[in-house]
């Protein structure tokens, strides 16, 4: 069960450890070197809604950087079995995640919360938007009717998320995001201060200029890339979809407690 109350840093890393969010995780390395291929050889399904010309056309840069930011295996020969997550890794970016978090409440900020992970990572982002409203910040509502080829764009919780069928959606796409700020722009609206997202939600806001912050797991190569070219401000590195959503809890109020904001 996760840990009550809001955990140490070891505590954390342990409850990462032991609940696969990080270390070693469900996604196997047979998948991971498949998606960072598939980015290298340009296919936009990849590029979670970035525009990575082709930068990162060499696989093993990209490997380069998932080890790097991520803790995945560096060896090029490993290419079966099991990979990892450096839940230190996960730590120290929920960490520079909090920082960018505590700012934006101190301008009492514009934010706006999204997830292509529902089944995952929706209280996650529903509860920091929580802690931000507390904080005074303003949390954005989306537009209306907003539509693209997946499905509709909702907001439930405070957090923007793809519905078809009358069922949240997984979506790795950008198209979404690229929705909710184009029809803010088109009623005249200011764009955020800040996204919280993941997936191509985050992807595609931080290529339209706006500060973004977001989750990404070892499979999901392109946001940690847009960090490093500072296109992200921060990726942090997890499973996203673990047994129970409430295993993120612990992290979660790690990350509150981190920003001033519990």
């Not at 690229?178 to 803010?184: C, D, E, R, S």
């Not at 190569?221 to 047994?243: I, K, R, S, W, Y």
């Amino acid at each position: 069960m996760p840990i009550p109350g809001t955990p140490s840093r070891a505590e954390l890393v342990d409850h990462l450890v032991r609940t696969r969010i990080a270390g070693d995780v469900a996604t196997p390395r047979e998948n991971n070197l498949s998606h960072y291929r598939k980015l290298a050889n340009g296919d936009r399904g990849y590029w979670l809604g970035l525009e990575l010309g082709d930068r990162w056309s060499d696989e093993q840069d990209v490997l380069a950087v998932m080890a790097e930011r991520v803790g995945v295996s560096d060896d090029p020969e490993h290419r079966h079995g099991q990979d990892t997550i450096d839940p230190e890794l996960t730590v120290s970016a929920l960490e520079r995640m909090a920082a960018r978090l505590r700012k934006a409440a101190d301008g009492q900020q514009r934010v706006l919360f999204a997830t292509g992970h529902p089944g995952g990572l929706l209280d996650v982002h529903r509860a920091t938007a929580a802690a931000l409203r507390a904080a005074g910040c303003e949390i954005v509502v989306i537009p209306d009717g907003l539509v693209t080829d997946e499905g509709y764009v909702m907001q439930f919780a405070d957090v923007a998320v793809l519905e078809h069928g009358a069922t949240l959606w997984h979506t790795h796409s950008g198209e979404p995001m690229k929705a909710i700020l184009t029809g803010l722009e088109r009623e005249g609206r200011p764009l955020p201060d800040l996204v919280v997202a993941d997936h191509g939600w985050a992807g595609y806001a931080g290529q339209h200029g706006v500060d973004a912050v977001g989750y990404a797991d070892c499979n999901d190569p392109a946001l940690f890339l847009a960090e490093a070219e500072g296109t992200l401000q921060v990726t942090v590195p997890l499973d996203d979809h673990v047994v129970s959503p409430r295993y993120y809890d612990p992290m979660t109020a790690y990350l509150l407690a981190e920003a001033g904001l519990s």
